[in-house]
T-cell receptor, first 110, second 115 residues
């Protein structure tokens, strides 16, 4: 699986959009970009994933650059409950393990 | 079925003792995974089952660790002769087939403290 790079921490004001960047410059053609988040003392929670098109679901939007070397997870209206560690993972759909890295610790500020 | 269930949530044990954790996956999920997470780090893969067959093991899974999934339902992870370095959160996840469209569903984990 390709290595990903994320900033260690970010702050976001409550109600504003949170934009979490991820670099995956060595991503291969069959690897998707997955995002998970982990709220303190809980297991990771799936958010969204995509291959090359932008994706949106009820939780977030995923914007992938045309060259697929980077992506941004967007939480459109951050709430205090979005405070968590966010992990960006580049991996094939058929693999058996994820390499989580250390993620981005997002703090939503009232 | 409300998700992946792990028991116990917390376990404190003395060094040298054996411990066993249990994971009940989502009932229709045929794949089950164990991960370990230490403070400040992301989860690290330990092992994976498809039905009752253990198909992959990480080098992190030393010979003191053993995992089983009898009848392809719940799974247990046993650590023998625990060491302080085994202190971590042990996470279980399950999926239906490969991680496909929804990735994994994780449980809330078992936090092990070895004193």
């Amino acid at each position: 699986d390709a290595k990903t790079t994320q900033p260690p921490s970010m702050d976001c004001a409550e109600g504003r959009a949170a934009n979490l960047p991820c670099n995956h410059s060595t991503i291969s053609g069959n690897e998707y970009v997955y995002w998970y988040r982990q709220i303190h003392s809980q297991g990771p929670q799936y958010i969204i994933h995509g291959l090359k098109n932008n994706e949106t679901n009820e939780m977030a939007s995923l914007i992938i650059t045309e060259d697929r070397k980077s992506s941004t997870l967007i939480l459109p209206h951050a709430t205090l409950r979005d405070t968590a560690v966010y992990y960006c993972i580049a991996a094939s759909v058929t693999g058996n393990q994820f390499y989580f890295g250390t993620g981005t610790s997002l703090t939503v500020i009232p | 079925d409300t998700g992946v269930s792990q028991n116990p949530r917390h376990k404190i044990t003395k060094r040298g003792q054996n411990v066993t954790f249990r994971c009940d996956p989502i009932s229709e999920h045929n794949r089950l995974y164990w991960y370990r997470q230490t403070l400040g780090q992301g989860p690290e893969f330990l092992t994976y089952f498809q039905n009752e067959a253990q198909l992959e093991k990480s080098r992190l899974l030393s010979d003191r660790f053993s995992a089983e999934r009898p009848k392809g339902s719940f799974s247990t992870l046993e650590i023998q002769r625990t060491e302080q370095g085994d202190s971590a959160m042990y996470l279980c996840a399950s999926s239906l087939g490969d991680r496909g469209s929804l990735g994994y569903t994780f449980g809330s984990g078992t936090r092990l403290t070895v004193v």
